[in-house]
């Protein structure tokens, strides 16, 4: 089984930078895709950007040009930088990760909060 662990989240004023990892303990399972996520109050989650096995990132039009997504070497953690923070930007994080079969594995979230 996959586990997900993801950190870094907190309060940060707009304008502001917020660092989320997420560890990745894949067990026997190759990754294929490694994703983050966002989730605010009495929304749907919102896809916000993901990696490739071979690098390639992908980001959502609401983030592009502020948030930057990236894994280590060993593809163990993964990293978005969040940069030029807003406060809809507000919400729980949580990074997902797919393997060849299947999209099932989440973290349980890290809130992020923009507030002045």
């Known amino acids: 089984q996959i586990q997900l662990m993801e950190s870094g989240g907190g309060l940060a004023h707009p304008g502001g930078s917020l660092r989320l990892s997420c560890a990745i303990s894949p067990g026997i399972f190759r990754i294929d895709n490694m994703r983050w996520y966002r989730q605010s109050p009495g929304q749907e989650r919102e896809y916000i950007a993901s990696?490739?096995?071979?690098?390639?990132?992908n980001y959502s039009e609401v983030v592009k040009g502020r948030f930057t997504i990236s894994t280590t070497n060993d593809k163990k953690t993964l990293v978005l930088q969040m940069d030029s923070l807003k406060p809809e930007d507000t919400a729980v994080y949580f990074c997902?990760?797919?393997?060849?079969?299947?999209?099932?594995?989440w973290g349980q979230g890290t809130q992020v909060t923009v507030s002045s």
């Open positions: 990696i490739t096995n071979g690098g390639l990132p």
């Open positions: 997902n990760v797919c393997t060849l079969r299947n999209c099932d594995s």
